[in-house]
Structure formats: structure tokens, C-alpha cells
């Protein structure tokens, strides 16, 4: 069964940090773009940074560029989100998703959530003091 699974979640104070994890089981993600999407209570979902199969290209929404980064570590078949600068407003559940990469997907990965094919469960991030 292919699977993603998010790790790494939590509560913390503003100005904090937090190092999210997307993992896989039943397939390699080393051919697959990834993006992380959040949801916070009583709001749609929203794209917050997605980066493609290489880790060449990287994108991010604008309310997360400067404090978020995302990066690969493929033979470890682990995507990151590492958040910095965190807000109150970050608070959310954070999901990651995988689609098979291709050419002209980058433009829509970190908007569209509707080119992924797999999603994880989510793991809840807290801001708060």
C-alpha cells in the first residue's frame, strides 16, 4: 500500500521553530514532486511550498518565502519543511502530497493541490505562547 506520512509536528511559541518530515512506504519518492499544503480550522486548504523530483526548483507561497524551506533527502526517501519564524497564523494541520513529476507541473505545484495524486494523514502544528 503506497503511503505518505507526516512526522514532526507540535506545539511552539512564536518566533519558534519546527523541522516537518514526509515519508514514504510502498514507493520511492525520488520520482515524484512533493508539495506540503496546510489547513487551518474553518479555512480552505492552502499550497505552502512544493519542490520537484531533483530538488532543482522549489517554490513557496507567499506567506511563508524568507521563513519556510523545503528540501529533499532522496536516499533517505524523505521530504523536509523546515519552519522558521513561525506565527500564530501558521497554525494548522500540514499535509504533504506526491504526484509523478512532469514537465509543466512545477508552475501548479504549490497552488494546485488538485495535481497530487497521493496525501498523507497530517500533523498538527500549534503556534502559541
Known amino acids: 500500500q503506497l503511503q505518505l506520512v507526516e512526522s514532526g509536528g507540535g506545539l511552539v511559541q512564536p518566533g519558534g521553530s519546527l523541522k516537518l518530515a514526509c515519508g514514504a512506504s510502498?514507493?520511492?519518492?525520488?520520482?515524484?514532486?512533493i508539495g506540503w499544503f496546510r489547513q487551518a480550522p474553518g479555512k480552505e486548504r492552502e499550497g505552502v511550498s512544493c519542490?520537484?523530483?531533483?530538488?532543482?526548483?522549489?517554490g513557496y507561497a507567499d506567506s511563508v518565502k524568507g521563513r519556510f524551506t523545503i528540501s529533499r533527502d532522496n536516499a533517505n526517501n524523505t521530504v523536509y519543511l523546515q519552519m522558521n519564524s513561525l506565527k500564530p497564523e501558521d497554525t494548522a494541520v500540514y499535509y504533504c502530497?506526491?504526484?509523478?513529476?512532469?514537465?509543466?507541473?512545477?508552475?501548479?505545484?504549490?497552488?494546485?493541490?488538485?495535481?497530487?495524486?497521493?496525501w498523507g494523514q497530517g500533523t498538527q502544528v500549534t503556534v502559541s505562547s
Open positions: 502530497a506526491a504526484t509523478w513529476s512532469q514537465l509543466g507541473l512545477f508552475r501548479l505545484c504549490v497552488t494546485n493541490g488538485g495535481i497530487y495524486k497521493y
Open positions: 510502498g514507493f520511492t519518492l525520488d520520482r515524484y514532486t
Open positions: 519542490i520537484t523530483s531533483s530538488g532543482g526548483s522549489t
